[in-house]
């Protein structure tokens, strides 16, 4: 494993580390909020998105719990924009068997995962980077925000007694 391979494989082993312990037990708006807010960074380190997510899936086997999709695309998605890739946090459902997914894209390319889940599955969450002008910020982070607000009392909403 040379030096840069080695560096991404820490720095993926300390994302998961950080799922583990601080983002797993987040309500779902935060944990999104926090994605969202990841900025891009800009590298001179020229590792395509492919080559990067190749790094980082081979950590997971030496943990002692089974890592699921979930936790496996927010760490993809943290390394990718580590290494400056415009990775988007994608979430979704199919309907029979009734199943939940999450899975990474890049330019629209699914990176983490076969690219058939794009249409085996509904999105119902695409979550983009702040950064991102390209896009308001309602449709980078469609499907959390509406449902996340309308659950919580907006400032000067009395809640009945």
């Known amino acids: 494993m040379n030096t840069l391979n080695a560096k991404l494989?820490?720095?993926?082993?300390?994302?998961?580390?950080?799922f583990e312990l601080?983002?797993?037990?987040?309500?779902?708006?935060?944990?999104?909020?926090?994605?969202?807010?990841?900025?891009?960074?800009?590298?001179s380190v020229s590792l395509t998105a492919d080559e990067t997510s190749r790094v980082v899936d081979p950590v997971?086997?030496?943990l002692p719990w089974k890592a699921q999709c979930l936790e496996r695309s927010v760490v993809a998605t943290?390394?990718?924009?580590?290494?400056?890739?415009?990775?988007?946090?994608?979430?979704?459902?199919?309907?029979?068997?009734?199943?939940?997914?999450?899975?990474?894209e890049v330019d629209g390319r699914v990176i983490n995962d076969?690219?058939?889940?794009?249409k085996k599955y509904t999105v119902l969450v695409r979550i983009g980077c702040e950064a991102d002008q390209s896009r308001p910020r309602?449709?980078?982070?469609?499907?959390?925000?509406?449902?996340?607000?309308?659950?919580l009392p907006t400032s000067g909403t009395r809640i009945p007694q």
């Open 22 to 43: 601080v983002w797993s037990r987040w309500p779902f708006n935060k944990l999104c909020d926090t994605i969202w807010r990841r900025r891009v960074h800009r590298r």
């Open 78 to 104: 943290f390394v990718l924009r580590d290494y400056g890739h415009p990775a988007v946090l994608v979430m979704g459902s199919m309907q029979l068997p009734s199943r939940g997914h999450a899975w990474v």
């Open 9 to 18: 494989f820490l720095r993926a082993t300390c994302h998961i580390v950080q």
């Open 138 to 151: 309602e449709r980078q982070v469609s499907g959390y925000q509406s449902q996340a607000s309308a659950a």
């Open 60 to 62: 997971f086997p030496f």
């Open 114 to 118: 076969r690219p058939s889940v794009q």
